[in-house]
């Protein structure tokens, strides 16, 4: 690992829900975990483990409950307001009312760049995910995938150092998900960015990432890391390394684990 | 949004048939029900006629009269249309209704106006403030339970006391009747946008005034025409019941008066007036339509 300064730091993390009310609910408890810039770092895990919680702490979307969450050295409300990071949801959620390069421009007009230069970065993105001919396009006029991979050159638009995605591909089917992991990993090796990816797919999370973080549910804990040593650029043959197997067997045998442990699940 | 689209949703004609056919063919479904109607009215007329006005069978009276003083024929209610209002006077009784419903459509349509802008304000407002949103609610609701002849004539009354124009009395009317959906339904569209929306603008640190602008206005437009659609026929009740109390001769409110007074007489002018009075209903909302089909496209019409 590098001396540089983390990319997210989580210090003694906890989240509970409800907190006043009969329906609490304990998210996360004592979380620490530490990413490095340019890492990409999967969080898998049973639902209810409080992945997406966990995301969305670093995206200041939720404020914890104790401890702190750093991103990028500044507590994370201030990394927010200094549009640090990118954000990609299940849902592509772009809007329907603006054009593809439109949805792209969105967070530079929140941002206040001027017409030309953002319509040029909106090209640019859409370049990056070979989707340039779809610029006037309406997002009902797109499939599913590409509307995921519009989501995407939204959320580099802006050229944040991190990128957050919360089971971005979890609703597209098996091929159209192959490809835009493939894209993905491009896009990681191309920009440099960390990237923080939720998912509840054990190949998915091995075949993008540097680590995996495997989280168990009730409450939410961080139960393991596991190193994906894989040789980079990674790619088709990727998935019939050998070691993709027994990367893929460890993750499985670390939420196995956890099963043991909470017999409820 | 869902999210496996297929890539073509536009409405495409039937292969094989122009683009023009569906207009065709919705304009069409259209003169059918109308031709059902009178159909209905004509042959519940001619069952009264054929039993003396009894139900078949039974020594009931049917539940409307079908005679010729409650139910005029469709004919006699379009050629009254082509006389003279009143004998001796030159023009006939469908210029007189096109007036008075022009009149009448000022009045609605500044009704309209206000009551829309009045509406629409409270929604923003109350999507950024759930205290006042819980605090006036109740009354905007309650503003609607109260009969509206019961409120007409104090608008009147105030009106004349603070030295407004007849007109502008109904206006306000009017626009008590417009100002309700148009709330309910901005609130509604504003809050349209699901979390994830509002999430991103969160994340791109957009400000009250960005979200507004950026994503809850745009998504709630749709709303904003459903709203809209039904202000303006109610707009036009608001006018008509407004001109009632404020004496205003000139519009479709006097011309019922009227013709309800000679309504034992002569009932089909009664009839006339009233469809002209649903004509400059259906007109002003058809005319939104058109506003809509120009701001949304299909994709996004609530229909």
């Given at each position: 690992?590098?001396?540089?300064?983390?990319?997210?730091?989580?210090?003694?993390?906890?989240?509970?829900?409800?907190?006043?009310?009969?329906?609490?609910?304990?998210?996360?408890?004592?979380?620490?975990?530490?990413?490095?810039?340019?890492?990409?770092?999967?969080?898998?895990?049973?639902?209810?483990?409080?992945?997406?919680?966990?995301?969305?702490?670093?995206?200041?979307?939720?404020?914890?409950?104790?401890?702190?969450?750093?991103?990028?050295?500044?507590?994370?409300?201030?990394?927010?307001?200094?549009?640090?990071?990118?954000?990609?949801?299940?849902?592509?959620?772009?809007?329907?009312?603006?054009?593809?390069?439109?949805?792209?421009?969105?967070?530079?007009?929140?941002?206040?760049?001027?017409?030309?230069?953002?319509?040029?970065?909106?090209?640019?993105?859409?370049?990056?995910?070979?989707?340039?001919?779809?610029?006037?396009?309406?997002?009902?006029?797109?499939?599913?995938?590409?509307?995921?991979?519009?989501?995407?050159?939204?959320?580099?638009?802006?050229?944040?150092?991190?990128?957050?995605?919360?089971?971005?591909?979890?609703?597209?089917?098996?091929?159209?998900?192959?490809?835009?992991?493939?894209?993905?990993?491009?896009?990681?090796?191309?920009?440099?960015?960390?990237?923080?990816?939720?998912?509840?797919?054990?190949?998915?999370?091995?075949?993008?990432?540097?680590?995996?973080?495997?989280?168990?549910?009730?409450?939410?804990?961080?139960?393991?890391?596991?190193?994906?040593?894989?040789?980079?650029?990674?790619?088709?043959?990727?998935?019939?390394?050998?070691?993709?197997?027994?990367?893929?067997?460890?993750?499985?045998?670390?939420?196995?684990?956890?099963?043991?442990?909470?017999?409820?699940? | 949004?869902?999210?496996?689209?297929?890539?073509?949703?536009?409405?495409?004609?039937?292969?094989?048939?122009?683009?023009?056919?569906?207009?065709?063919?919705?304009?069409?479904?259209?003169?059918?029900?109308?031709?059902?109607?009178?159909?209905?009215?004509?042959?519940?007329?001619?069952?009264?006629?054929?039993?003396?006005?009894?139900?078949?069978?039974?020594?009931?009276?049917?539940?409307?009269?079908?005679?010729?003083?409650?139910?005029?024929?469709?004919?006699?209610?379009?050629?009254?249309?082509?006389?003279?209002?009143?004998?001796?006077?030159?023009?006939?009784?469908?210029?007189?209704?096109?007036?008075?419903?022009?009149?009448?459509?000022?009045?609605?349509?500044?009704?309209?106006?206000?009551?829309?802008?009045?509406?629409?304000?409270?929604?923003?407002?109350?999507?950024?403030?759930?205290?006042?949103?819980?605090?006036?609610?109740?009354?905007?609701?309650?503003?609607?339970?109260?009969?509206?002849?019961?409120?007409?004539?104090?608008?009147?009354?105030?009106?004349?006391?603070?030295?407004?124009?007849?007109?502008?009395?109904?206006?306000?009317?009017?626009?008590?009747?417009?100002?309700?959906?148009?709330?309910?339904?901005?609130?509604?569209?504003?809050?349209?946008?699901?979390?994830?929306?509002?999430?991103?603008?969160?994340?791109?640190?957009?400000?009250r005034r960005q979200i507004l602008w950026k994503l809850r206005l745009?998504?709630?437009?749709?709303?904003?025409?459903?709203?809209?659609?039904?202000?303006?026929?109610?707009?036009?009740?608001?006018?008509?019941?407004?001109?009632?109390?404020?004496?205003?001769?000139?519009?479709?409110?006097?011309?019922?008066?009227?013709?309800?007074?000679?309504?034992?007489?002569?009932?089909?002018?009664?009839?006339?007036?009233?469809?002209?009075?649903?004509?400059?209903?259906?007109?002003?909302?058809?005319?939104?339509m058109l506003v809509e089909r120009l701001v949304l496209p299909a994709?996004?019409?609530?229909?």
């Amino acid at each position: 690992m590098s001396t540089a300064q983390p990319a997210v730091t989580f210090r003694s993390v906890s989240k509970v829900f409800n907190e006043r009310a009969r329906d609490r609910v304990k998210a996360l408890d004592d979380i620490n975990l530490e990413i490095q810039p340019g890492e990409f770092i999967s969080l898998i895990g049973p639902s209810g483990c409080g992945k997406s919680t966990l995301l969305r702490l670093v995206g200041d979307l939720i404020a914890p409950s104790a401890g702190t969450v750093l991103v990028n050295g500044k507590p994370a409300p201030q990394a927010r307001l200094n549009r640090e990071y990118g954000m990609v949801f299940q849902q592509a959620t772009l809007y329907d009312w603006r054009t593809i390069s439109h949805n792209v421009q969105l967070p530079l007009e929140v941002l206040g760049w001027p017409a030309a230069k953002r319509e040029a970065r909106a090209r640019e993105m859409l370049r990056l995910v070979q989707l340039e001919e779809f610029a006037r396009h309406y997002p009902w006029q797109l499939s599913g995938g590409m509307q995921q991979r519009v989501a995407i050159a939204r959320a580099l638009a802006f050229e944040p150092s991190i990128l957050l995605m919360d089971e971005p591909f979890g609703a597209l089917d098996e091929m159209t998900r192959e490809r835009l992991q493939l894209e993905v990993l491009r896009l990681w090796s191309q920009t440099g960015k960390t990237v923080i990816f939720v998912t509840h797919s054990i190949p998915e999370a091995v075949f993008l990432s540097t680590r995996v973080v495997v989280m168990s549910a009730r409450p939410g804990r961080i139960s393991g890391v596991v190193e994906i040593d894989l040789p980079q650029p990674r790619g088709f043959e990727t998935r019939e390394h050998p070691r993709f197997f027994e990367k893929i067997t460890e993750v499985r045998e670390r939420l196995r684990q956890d099963e043991v442990r909470t017999p409820s699940a | 949004m869902t999210v496996a689209q297929p890539l073509e949703t536009q409405p495409t004609a039937v292969p094989g048939l122009p683009g023009w056919w569906p207009a065709v063919r919705r304009a069409g479904s259209v003169l059918l029900i109308l031709l059902v109607l009178v159909g209905a009215w004509e042959g519940y007329k001619a069952l009264g006629a054929a039993t003396g006005g009894l139900i078949p069978f039974t020594a009931l009276p049917l539940p409307v009269r079908a005679d010729d003083k409650s139910m005029p024929h469709v004919w006699t209610i379009v050629g009254v249309l082509f006389q003279p209002a009143r004998r001796g006077a030159e023009q006939l009784l469908w210029q007189i209704l096109l007036e008075a419903a022009l009149f009448t459509w000022r009045e609605a349509l500044a009704g309209f106006v206000v009551g829309s802008l009045v509406g629409f304000l409270l929604g923003v407002v109350f999507v950024h403030s759930p205290l006042l949103e819980r605090g006036l609610m109740p009354y905007v609701v309650a503003s609607q339970t109260v009969p509206l002849l019961a409120i007409a004539p104090m608008v009147v009354i105030w009106g004349s006391r603070l030295g407004w124009p007849a007109w502008a009395s109904v206006t306000i009317i009017s626009a008590y009747l417009t100002f309700f959906p148009v709330a309910i339904n901005t609130l509604r569209g504003l809050n349209s946008p699901e979390p994830t929306a509002l999430e991103l603008m969160r994340s791109y640190a957009a400000t009250r005034r960005q979200i507004l602008w950026k994503l809850r206005l745009p998504a709630a437009l749709p709303y904003l025409f459903t709203a809209l659609k039904i202000s303006a026929s109610v707009s036009v009740i608001g006018a008509i019941v407004g001109e009632l109390p404020s004496g205003i001769p000139d519009g479709l409110g006097r011309a019922l008066l009227t013709f309800s007074y000679y309504y034992i007489t002569g009932p089909e002018k009664l009839y006339a007036a009233i469809l002209f009075s649903a004509l400059l209903g259906l007109t002003f909302v058809v005319l939104v339509m058109l506003v809509e089909r120009l701001v949304l496209p299909a994709q996004r019409r609530l229909e």
